[in-house]
């Protein structure tokens, strides 16, 4: 009788109180209700494309700064300024995120997703009416606000849809298919940009049939599942964890990707070279992530550490290749190169520090990802702009990015 008692006494336990043993327990024994059974390839789409917006807001325009610089000549520091409508909303994303993800932590994922998309569209295209950069930079800082909440979704939900291998999976994508888009943008940007500087802003309207899309096939995931796979680690102990990767993470971001992604239209522009041109330097650029993303599940089958390292040596041979260059092939082949670096430094990055989140954490977990990330990106123009003053020329200071990403190389390797 003793013994049914105590057995009753333990049931009664892990009803009232599921401890990270008895999540895990479950999640093996019941897979049927893991949200990653009811999530496939539609649910993963979806929120790939969704997470590319911020990629969009970002290099949509990237071929038209020289223009729109000139067009607002008479804009005092309109050196400074022309670049952070194309950077700016970076800073926000970095400022924001953090509050997304304990929003999406509390209280849902899917309805703050929807409610980002459509303003999304609204404020993206507002520069079309605008007439003044200051009017232009305070519309980017809102879409910023916006692009936090959407990335911040979307990568949250890839974690709470998928487990494992599936979510290393679709994480890696994440990056190849950012990439690929940017290809796309990066060209397509281009091309409108032929058109005049305001066009390529058209492109944010986009949202409106993802939005639809993201309707028909998403759901709220339940707050009461975990991952099987996945630590428990307090909100204590989240920042010990994430310290070196988050590190790791802003200094690629500032020194090495986000020099490749901003100055390669500068650089070009210097040489003379119209935005259809950049634009297509830009987009094998972007080719050269795609490939190196697509190809991380193999570079990392002995470590997601040898493809990081490797990613920024490699990252710091393009802007080598880059600095010396005199010509529009020898500067593109440099960014191709810079940009295969990139495709294996950022996945791991991602991976490494989602891997080590809870279900419970995994919005602030993802977001403090997203933030340094986003803050590497407004800092990278600024950091290289005040390398330059100080070696004199742009591709001087290209050459000191490529030794910084040399030395981290090193410096990662020790941490790792």
Known sequence: MSHIIRLHTYRQICRTHRGPGVAMY???????????????????????????????GALLIAPVLPELQRSFAGTPGVEVLAPLVMTVPALSIALLSPMAGMVVDRLGRTRLLRWSMLAYAVVGTAPLWLHSLAAILVSRVLLGVIEAAIITCCLT?????????????????????????????????????????????????????????????????????????????????????????????????????????????????????GSAGIGAAAALANLGVTVAAMSFARAARHGANHPLIAGFAISGLGLLAMSLGDHWLTITAGAVVCGVGGGLLMPALLIGTTSQLAFELRGRGTAAWISVYSLSQFFSPVAVAGITAMVGTLDRSLLVCAMAGWLTAVIARWML
């Not at 091309?191 to 309207?205: D, E, K, N, V």
């Not at 990707?257 to 522009?269: I, K, N």
């Open 157 to 273: 939900l890839i974690g709470d849809y998928f487990i494992g291998a599936r979510r290393d999976r679709y994480l890696a994508w994440h990056s190849m298919v950012a990439s690929s888009s940017a290809i796309v943008f990066m060209a397509v940007g281009g091309i409108l940009g032929a058109f005049g500087w305001r066009t390529p802003f058209w492109g944010y309207a986009i949202a409106l049939p993802l939005l639809a899309a993201m309707t028909v096939v998403l759901r709220e995931p339940r707050k009461d599942l975990r991952g099987a796979d996945t630590p428990v680690v307090g909100v204590s102990g989240l920042p010990r964890r994430l310290a070196p990767l988050l590190t790791l993470t802003f200094i690629g971001g500032v020194l090495l990707f986000f020099v490749l992604q901003v100055q390669l239209s500068f650089l070009l522009d210097d040489l003379g070279i």
């Open 26 to 56: 479950r999640s093996r024994r019941a897979p049927a209700t893991s949200v990653s059974t009811r999530a496939g390839k539609p649910q993963a789409f979806v929120l790939l494309l969704g997470s590319c917006t911020p990629v969009m």
